[in-house]
């Protein structure tokens, strides 16, 4: 049958396009059950079909067997619901599921892995393209309501087609479900069985936790009555975009802080000044990473951050008032510096909420202080989000528990957003629930590999075929060596140097050919670039590529043949480069050895066969490339890194090392640097509008502001306004008597920089390409394809410019591109973000069973904390001062002097103290690392050390924070 669908668009330019559509409507689409004797399913074996014969669902509301057809709604907000194992049989109309897909995302994909699960029995019936289900749109209906006719068709279709001719005693119901109290009045009166999903959850059998799952998103659910509002009105979405387009608002990204919950930046669209967001009013119930509007506020309101680190650590009513707001208030006051200036900066208040970002937050559960009482909240892992309030009945099981909630909505009425249970991950402290929990917060993908996936990777055994050998350049009788650290597997990257016969040198980078295995558009392919890079924790690794290609055959592993993606330079000894040429290659790996080993050869002058000679010469090159990059203003910072030793048998680490780096590191960087420079030159020469760059842009000079002062407090200018001008200030910022001084200016200054961010060379201005940090005018990443998918895509692009592979259209497409690279940049930096909190879990461990004390620096003064940097730890700990009220009025706070003096004694930035490090168990569902302060001595203020434990008690104590990510794979490039 044929039908039409007219419809007018309205083009850019202002025009009008009539388009007229044609549907093929059919009769032999399959309905999916086995109790069916009409359809023919396609393989015509009967017991596949995905809706069972006789669906046992025990239900007190439907104790008859029926499938299940859930409205757009419901898929929507209760898909937590949805996906657990017993909610099965159920069906999901065509309308349902592109309703879902244009909606929602993350509903989409977890929709479709329930599509996918074979025990879930869920079953897609495209009832957009079934004669009798489908329906035209009635002149002035809404598409909300033609899609509500649309499934109230295809349920009372069901029905009938499932029982009539049905000759067996079984009879299958239709259960619609729907939180539509008109589209659930309508279906009634059709005969069709209807129910809300609560009222169906609710009577299941032996499912009392999944009743904790039932989102509140209905305004029905919600009992705000009688309450007053404690936040101002957000403005509907029309108004919005009108204020928008008028310049009245701004639009930009909600960033919580992670100091003061009070307090938060909105980071405007294609602006560098952020808002500064102050006061739970002015905040107005936007979470972390939304999308708001913000107006700006006249220039007399405007405020400046406070310097009190606050947390919410209290249960407060939705009628309590908030008196931390009062003392935000006032600590600026106090906390003005000598001189009586203050520095205001632009600030606003959220008017409205363009988009909720919220996803599934880990976290515990704070009972309520009433006994019996089902409502709680939930403390999230992640300190920018706020507490949520749940409904429970599970409390006392779920105490010691990491358990998952969901953000359902915030009315104006409550203090805290509203959200449900969604599952218990294990107990607080297991590693295992820990590392699952810090998976989940950064949104690391860690499923297994689907069998799709894993059909796309080649058969074993495998071998280099000749056929194969004749593509490429053969240098496996070249002298080629690898470097990584210890115990690393995922070899992506390889070195040789020899003689020519001109008397010049011939450097190779050879880079493993992983574009080779993964070829475009697989699901291999949408694997990898959904995960976009490897996640490298402390004790596991998340892996973007199957082991099989991460650990074997991608692997440049010592003497093995490998394809590799080669990079051959002729340079002179002074290392000025010749020539350059770029090869398909295959390689044979003489020795895959550690830094340590490589350094030793290097350094042992009774080993000179090819091997040592090679590393010595790449080392002399190295030194001389790195001097030209530094000359040339390319910035050498500072970030701690640090090393467990993790027991064999119980995978606890049992000591710390801060990571040693030696020349031979240094030397893989230099190449690895220059590679990935003459990469991104050659590819943006053949393709000028989608060459994948890498760009770190120069930070707004007031990001310096804070290590301008205090440099200038320790008599030092430092100048800000170029990256030379930088690099050559902190080369001669040294103070003798404290060697470590530099390093923590360059660690201060690592925080002034913004995000290098991979982009589409046709998405920016030829002057918005500049690598600051590296002080080069193009770079990309070429040389870590196992794991970064930026790398596959810039072997993609190399090999179509030196016609070694074929190209397709994605490839240069430059929208495409920059969309893969938005995702690849949130990837990035949740992957480095996973890892320090690795780092952070794996400290507390060791710290279990342990009070240390140790040596560290005042990184930062606050009015009522200390910020301590502990280097032989890498961490970064908080020392809280105002936990003595008595004590309190003898703290004497100087912005501008950067210092707190206290009983006589001055504390600055940069001072050397000596903390005590123990675990705090106060709390046993939120232990962390306490820091207390032991050096200087301080009476009434300093705790006793080991050795003298006769010292008054603390009125100091802390938290710690993990301040540096686990060593990576190599510190190769930024």
Known sequence: MLRTKTFLKKTRRGGIVKIVRELYLRDDIPCGSELCTHCEFPGGDRPRRPLVFHPTIRSKLCPFPHYILPDTNVVLHQIDVLEDSAISNVIILETVLNEVRHRSAPAYKRLKDCLADSDKHFYTFVNELHKDTYVDRKPGESSNDRNDRMIRTAAVWYEKHLNSGNTCETKIRVTLLTNDVNNRNIATSLGILAFTVHEYVKNLEGCDELVDRLSSIDHDLVTTDGKKDLYPEHLVLSEIQRGLKAGRYLQGSFQASRENYLEATVNVHDEDEPVFIQGSANLNRAVHEDIVAVEILPRSQWTCPSSLVIEDTEEKADEDPDNDDEVVVKSKADGRPKSGQTTKVRSGRIVGIVKRNWRQYCGILQKSVVKGASRHLFVPAERRIPKIRIETRQALSLEGQRIVVAIDCWPRQSRYPQGHFVRRLGEIGDKDTENEVLLLEHDIPHSVFSEAVLRCLPKLPWVIKPEDVAKRLDLRDVCVCSIDPPGCTDIDDALHCRTLQNGNWEVGVHIADVSHFIRPGTALDLEAASRGTTVYLIDKRVDMVPELLSSNLCSLRGGEERFAFSVIWEMTENAAVISCKFAKTVIKSRAALTYAEAQMIIDDPNQNDNLAICLRRLNSLAKILKCKRIENGALTLASPEIRFHIDSETHDPIDVQTKELRETNSMVEEFMLLANIYT?????????????????????????????????????????????????????????????????????????????????????????????????????????????YSDILVHRLLAVAIDADSSYPELLDKNKSQTVCINLNFRHRMAQYAGRASVALHTQIFFKNRVLDEEGYILFVRKNALQILIPKYGLEGTVYLDADKSAKKAFVYDEEESSVTFGGVDLHVFDPVVVQISIDSSNIQHQKLSLKLVKPKIPGLSVCDKENPNVAPSHVNGSVSALSQPPAKKSKCN
Do not use: W
């Open 680 to 788: 991104a030159k050659k590819t943006l020469e053949v393709f000028p509008n989608c060459a994948v760059l890498r760009r770190h842009p120069a930070p707004p000079l007031t990001n310096y502001d804070p290590i301008v002062k205090v440099a200038r407090n320790k008599g030092f200018v430092l100048n800000v306004g170029s990256g030379k001008e930088l690099a050559d200030s902190l080369e001669k910022a040294v103070i003798v008597e404290n060697p470590y001084f530099n390093t923590m200016l360059r660690i201060l200054a690592t925080r002034c920089m913004m995000q290098a961010v991979y982009f589409c060379s046709g998405s920016v201005s030829d002057n918005e390409r500049y690598h600051y940090g590296l002080a080069t005018p193009i770079y990309t990443h070429f040389t870590s394809p196992i794991r970064r």
